[in-house]
């Protein structure tokens, strides 16, 4: 059973994403096919169609993530593909041809154990038989690709922490990246309105289509702080503030943030993309540039600030994700499809990483092997 296909490799952590880019530390190799006679009952071979370009396979190749995969191993955390192999006590529940979504938190580099060098930057991975989810019916691998983590991570961070409720009004930042249009859909659908906030119009706009009922533009100025949007968010909320930040920015636009809400509001941070150097790189990890809020805001508008890191509140504790995929489930049901705003050939990887890391795309981009 020979059939020679490329996967990525990261050798070892760089300083920082672009320098593991730049100096080769993730590349492409050859990849045979695994060997079934070298894998287990409950393992599943999967022919990988799609997978994410994530912001998470980025930090984790520099070791600023939290949780890093020990070198060497393939990156690509969310894939989605077709069984071509299956062990023994897997067949019955994945036979070949079935079309599956490898589930990140089971699988992959951010999981926990065996099968953590099996990315989906390749032509194959294996995964264990409990870690993939069917494909919904009528979606593309492309689509299955951008949905757990990224639709996962916005329900954790408006509901499970920010109890954001129908009629109320969130402030969305970085709207257009994967993430933060997972949070525009799912608030939407909740019957919040939505004001959604991004530096670039043409993104924008497609960040309207999508739902958003208020985009707000953002700029920096030049000593590296944000041009004031605070006058702009009362006025669409009559004076009164948001309910929820939802913040995947980080830096500047935190603090202006503070500025824009309503006595008693949630903060919920859900990330950094604007400060993604918060951490030492090359595995170091630390907090030697962290981000900082003022406490004064916080204590005169009586917030509350959130943290919302969804794979380790569910490490922390499992069974707060049963209520979450139950709920995308049936939002899937209704017809909640992931948008999927640019695809390349997997030969094409580090281009698309590099877009990535450059905002360049809106809501999942992804690579086809
Ligand atoms: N809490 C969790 O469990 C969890 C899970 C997954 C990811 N995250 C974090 O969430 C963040 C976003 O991830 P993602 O995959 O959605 O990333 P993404 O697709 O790259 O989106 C981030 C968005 O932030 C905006 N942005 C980027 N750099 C900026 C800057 N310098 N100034 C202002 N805005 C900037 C961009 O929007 P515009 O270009 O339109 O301005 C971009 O679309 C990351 O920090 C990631 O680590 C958290």
Request: glycine share 14%; charged share 20%.
């Amino acid at each position: 059973m020979t059939d020679t296909g490329l996967h990525a490799l990261v050798d070892a952590y760089g300083e920082s994403p672009l320098d593991a880019l730049d100096r080769g530390l993730l590349h492409l190799a050859p990849q045979a096919r695994p060997d079934p006679a070298d894998l287990g009952p409950d393992d599943v071979l999967v022919r990988v169609r799609s997978a994410q370009v994530g912001w998470v396979d980025l930090i984790m190749a520099s070791g600023q993530y939290q949780h890093m995969a020990a070198p060497p191993y393939t990156p690509g955390l969310e894939y989605a593909g077709d069984v071509a192999w299956a062990g023994d006590r897997a067949a019955a529940r994945w036979p070949v041809g079935a079309r599956v979504i490898a589930d990140g938190f089971w699988t992959g580099p951010r999981s926990k154990g065996a099968h953590q060098r099996w990315g989906g930057f390749a032509t194959w991975a294996v995964a264990p038989a409990g870690a993939l989810r069917p494909l919904p019916e009528g979606w593309s691998h492309d689509e299955g690709a951008c949905f757990l983590g990224s639709y996962e991570t916005a329900w954790h961070c408006l509901f499970a922490r920010g109890r954001l409720a129908a009629g109320e009004t969130a402030l969305i930042h970085g709207a257009s990246g994967a993430t933060g249009l997972a949070a525009v859909h799912l608030a939407k659908r909740a019957g919040a309105t939505v004001i959604a906030t991004g530096r670039d119009p043409e993104k924008l706009a497609a960040v309207a289509a999508a739902g958003a009922d208020h985009v707000v533009r953002t700029a920096s100025t030049d000593d590296g702080g944000v041009v004031p949007f605070r006058d702009e968010i009362k006025a669409l909320t009559g004076g009164r503030g948001v309910d929820l930040v939802y913040d995947g920015v980080g830096g500047p636009i935190s603090v202006e943030s503070l500025r824009c809400v309503r006595f008693g509001a949630r903060y919920v941070i859900v990330g950094w993309a604007a400060t993604p150097d918060v951490a030492g790189g090359a595995g170091r990890r630390g907090a030697p540039n962290a981000n900082v809020l003022p406490t004064n805001l916080i204590m005169m508008k009586g917030l509350d600030v959130l943290g919302a890191p969804t794979a380790i509140s569910t490490h922390a504790d499992p069974s707060i994700r049963e209520e979450r995929l139950a709920a995308l489930d049936a939002l899937v049901a209704d017809g909640l499809r992931p948008h999927v705003g640019a695809a390349w050939p997997l030969t094409e990887l580090l281009d698309a990483l590099r877009a990535k890391w450059r905002s360049a795309f809106v809501g999942g981009g992804v690579v086809r092997p």
